[in-house]
């Protein structure tokens, strides 16, 4: 079963930096690129960031560009979103999401975690 | 960015119930339109992919249809399981923008 389990979440003060991770299994983590998503509670999605499946390609919302950093390691399938200067407007909910091949590309988000949530305050 | 507008923003029905939402584009995507369903407290999930390719799993009563900058979907006969709220997403070019959501409730 292909699963993606956040963890990281938290409680954080503002101008502080968070390292959300987010666990892959059931597929060839290194065949896929990913992607994090957050959600404002009872608002909408947005877009963070993108990373291809070898890490060598990465994008970014303007809201987040200069902040945030994501990346992986292959070898322990696990994707990251190193998050720093944060503030209020950065608290969400933050799903780790899968595209359906190893480049960045117009598909849809296939797979979707369960969320973490990270509050500034 | 290209702007995403969903309506209606909620919408009340009823068990056995035909359901349309629509989502406009700012832009032109051709067919690079995805459709979502989040229940409360979980994450979304994938139900349509590039405007009327039905996902895995995904049960035949719901379907897409569309282009340019005009999309649908449908519902054919709503079941308890599927008051949610429905995200439609494009992802024609980045930033991946998201609409605004169509809650469905029951009536």
């Known amino acids: 079963e292909v699963q993606l389990v956040e963890s990281g979440g938290g409680l954080v003060q503002p101008g502080g930096s968070q390292r959300l991770s987010c666990e892959a299994s059931g597929f060839i983590f290194s065949a896929y690129a990913m992607s994090w998503v957050r959600q404002v509670p009872g608002k909408g999605l947005e877009w963070v960031a993108d990373i291809s499946g070898s890490g060598g390609s990465t994008h970014y919302a303007d809201s987040v560009e200069g902040r945030f950093t994501i990346s992986r390691d292959n070898s322990k399938n696990t994707l990251y979103l190193q998050m720093n200067s944060l503030t209020a407007e950065d608290t969400a909910a933050y799903y780790c999401?899968?595209?359906?091949?190893?480049?960045?590309?117009?598909?849809?988000?296939?797979?979707w975690g369960q969320g973490t949530l990270v509050a500034i305050s | 960015d290209i702007q995403m507008t969903q309506s209606p923003s909620s919408l009340s029905a009823s068990v056995g119930d035909r359901v349309t939402i629509t989502c406009r584009t700012s832009q032109t995507i051709a067919t690079y339109l995805n459709w979502y369903q989040q229940k409360p407290g979980k994450a979304p999930h994938l139900l349509i992919y590039?405007?009327?390719t039905l996902q895995s799993g995904v049960p035949s009563r719901f379907s897409g249809s569309g282009s340019g900058t005009d999309f649908t979907l449908t519902i054919s006969s709503l079941q308890p399981e599927d008051f949610a709220t429905y995200y439609c997403q494009q992802s024609y070019s980045p930033p991946r923008t998201f609409g605004q959501g169509t809650r469905l409730e029951i009536k």
């Open positions: 590039a405007a009327s």
């Open positions: 999401v899968k595209f359906p091949r190893i480049t960045v590309s117009r598909d849809a988000f296939d797979v």
